[in-house]
């Protein structure tokens, strides 16, 4: 149990980038569109995640700086505010869909309609913001988070074809999808595995937890299994869409379709524990982006930040929070799809995260801050490969957008 | 005077000859105590001659790796040098009328370039 609370800081982070309330209806719309052909671009994700937060949480620990003080440090001003401002789009633009998300599980769970979920959400999650200990916050939400497990059993249970899935594993556009479309939605699952707020999360959550050079290990441990098990997930709510939603021609628009594979495989029962689970993992996303909204503006402006102060010792970091989950609660107001606002969130994205990632790849080879343990050859060498992919995917990623009306 | 005046500033010669812009200040905590630390000195700028993006603070060190992105860097920003403070004679304000448009600083006669690597 104590080996598995200690890589609930990687879990909930997984859980915010794979399996957060857009990314729950975006694993179903791949699955039921292109089967599993885009499968590998998860497992590409997940390979890019594992390396940014790696070095992300090895400069936390060592040197005790968290990622958006590092990015202000090495950038400047201009550069630093420019990422700043894309940073906090996507952040917003995020944890106005978990909100969102929360209060569409919550109505999956009782009938009751979702835009009088969307108040309760919001002041759900403030409270635990302002009072619940980091510690105990990662570990519930981690945890309980875990129930969406229950799509790799749906899996299991629907008895498919292993050879026929294995063999769609293969990227090919499927006969009725463009190639545009195709890449469009190949760079928003890229994309989503790897955000900015993950890795602002990340490394923040380990300066939290008091990391030092002792805990790399811990790091490492959260890393290795935190990330995997979150494209495993995603990959999993794909595969039930391909095997359910794709032979019988749904159209994948809604968090309450998601239910319908897994209602075939497993019943009520397994029913009851994925909404647990949707709860739990969109929850955990709305805390980890509220969360990163008041770490970087802190980390940016100098400010004090934590939830290991008392609030009052951190009154503009707290601020920043409520001020954000104000402006979900207002988005939301509008009667806008939750799950709509975080299609436009991968142009922010594109271009904070090149500006994110290079600084962090920069410090993790400076001896100053990181003493004898600086990135080795192999790992700059994956990490300059993922630096391409991520510059080219953040090229392309506006242009498609535009040219397949967000994937329409 | 804040920071960010001096940030991005070009830099010229005594004659007007521009030599690049301040791509980073570079201070010593050694004055009296303020708090916890010692209150800030501006010691030098860091001028690259042919950008004014950040070195990302290769400028300090000789930190090679992570190639190809330090090579570029150190490519892009070569003959960066520092200039002490008190080899700056003057920082226009930004209505001056020698000076209009954006931000200048004036190095006097016969300053000194350094180095801008930090031994230790």
């Known amino acids: ?408 | 005077m804040i920071a960010s005046d001096l940030l991005d500033a070009r830099v010229l010669e005594a004659d007007g000859q521009a030599v690049g812009w301040v791509v980073d200040l570079r201070l010593v905590l050694d004055g009296t105590t303020d708090g916890i630390l010692a209150r800030p000195r501006l010691h030098g700028l860091v001028v690259s001659p042919r950008t004014r993006t950040s070195f990302l603070g290769f400028e300090r060190s000789d930190v090679r790796s992570p190639w190809p992105i330090a090579p570029l860097l150190r490519r892009w920003h070569r003959g960066t040098f520092l200039v002490h403070w008190p080899d700056v004679a003057r920082v226009p304000e930004p209505d001056d009328a020698d000076h209009p448009g954006p931000a200048v600083v004036v190095l006097r006669p016969g300053y000194l370039r350094y180095d801008a690597t930090l031994h230790r």
């Open chain 1, 1 to 408: 149990m104590k080996r598995l609370l200690a890589v609930a800081l990687g879990i909930l982070t997984a859980i915010g980038g794979f399996l957060d309330a857009g990314d729950l209806v975006t694993n179903a719309v791949v699955g039921s569109r292109f089967g599993m052909s885009l499968a590998w671009v998860v497992g590409a994700g997940v390979i890019g995640i594992c390396v940014f937060a790696h070095m992300s949480g090895k400069v936390a620990a060592v040197s005790g700086r968290a990622t958006f003080e590092i990015i202000r440090e090495r950038l400047g001003p201009r550069a630093a505010g420019l990422n700043l401002a894309a940073s906090l789009a996507v952040t917003v633009l995020t944890l106005v869909a978990e909100v969102g998300g929360i209060a569409l599980a919550l109505q999956l769970a009782s009938s009751v309609d979702h835009r009088l979920w969307v108040p309760v959400a919001a002041l759900a999650v403030w409270l635990v913001l302002w009072r619940v200990k980091f510690e105990i916050m990662e570990n519930v939400t981690g945890l309980l988070g875990l129930a969406l497990v229950g799509f790799a059993v749906a899996v299991f249970l629907l008895g498919p074809d292993w050879g026929e899935l294995a063999a769609q594993l293969a990227p090919q556009v499927p006969v009725e999808e463009d190639a545009g479309t195709y890449w469009y939605y190949a760079i928003a699952l890229f994309g989503a595995a790897m955000t900015p707020y993950e890795v602002f999360f990340f490394s923040s959550g380990g300066v939290e937890e008091g990391w030092t050079a002792k805990d790399l290990a811990t790091s490492r441990l959260n890393v290795l299994v935190g990330f995997p098990l979150g494209g495993l997930l995603s990959v999993s709510i794909a595969a039930c869409a391909a095997l359910v939603l794709m032979p019988a021609g749904i159209q994948v628009d809604a968090m309450s379709q998601l239910t319908l594979p897994v209602a075939q495989a497993g019943g009520t029962l397994l029913v009851a524990v994925i909404i647990v689970g949707i709860v739990a993992a969109t929850f955990g996303a709305a805390l980890e982006t509220a969360l990163s909204t008041g770490y970087s503006l802190s980390q940016y402006l100098g400010w004090s930040w934590g939830k290991f102060r008392r609030p009052a010792q951190a009154a503009r970091f707290h601020l920043a929070m409520i001020l954000a989950l104000v402006v979900a609660v207002a988005v939301l107001a509008t009667n806008v799809d939750p799950i709509a606002v975080t299609e436009y969130s991968v142009v922010f994205s594109a271009v904070a995260l090149p500006l994110t990632y290079l600084p962090i790849l920069v410090v993790a080879n400076d001896p100053e801050y990181m003493g004898d343990q600086v990135n080795g050859r192999a790992m700059n060498a994956v990490a300059t490969v993922y630096l391409v992919i991520i510059v080219v995917a953040a090229v392309a990623a506006i242009p498609l957008m535009i040219a397949t009306e967000a994937g329409g």
